[in-house]
């Protein structure tokens, strides 16, 4: 293998491991997102349920009133009957206090459902306020994990980037005039995936890369050491 080869490939290596760092670091921002997104999630649930509990407690309590409506005007038409001297006027009194008494018991049958109710909906809330509790631990986790990341991420990063200029001197010194660091260079600007190498090996007489198979010529091009790209995905060949 060629000098100026691995001096490539190592350079190749420690941007590599740059762009997978850098890689890291920008997915952080979603993750942290995606971590306060199912706090709220849970927060929301927590406080539906205990809306969904208020609005059925002042239902229960609703019947209380209605009920004692009732029961306090069949108190008035009992007071009234034992006054009541007139058949058809006594008659028509107990009819209204057989009203009241269904009304009161349909209202009491109502009323129990609604307890019931209240009681699932009480466990509801005491499940979501665990829930709740539980999510915000895993949350907090999961920020204090990606604030670590990050500063494991950033200081790795600055490691690397302190080693690159060590890296880059063989160029400087003895390849001042060959192209092969602003090719290598340019490549890694290019569209491609920035943890993808861009300087190859041939492999059974095709691109490391892609895989395409290269001809006779360029075969021996490399072998000889002269600057060589793949005709399908520009990646730099080498031959070890």
Known sequence: ???????????????IRLAKMDEQLRSIPEKRKEAEKQYAAETEALNLAKAAFKEAELAA???????????????TFQSKSAMIKNNDEYRAALLQIEMCDHAVGTLEEKQLEAMMALDGLKETVALREKDLASGKKRAEGMLEDLKTLTANCQAQIDELQAK???LLKPFAERYPDEPYLERYTRLRAGRGNPTTPCVVPVLDESCGRCRMKITAQLKNDTVNGKLTFCPSCSAMLFWE
């Open 164 to 166: 690159r200029p060590e």
């Open 1 to 15: 293998m060629h000098d100026w080869v691995e001096s490539l490939l190592a350079l190749q290596e420690l941007d």
């Open 61 to 75: 309590r609703k019947y209380d009133g209605e009920i004692n409506a009732l029961l306090e005007k069949k108190r």
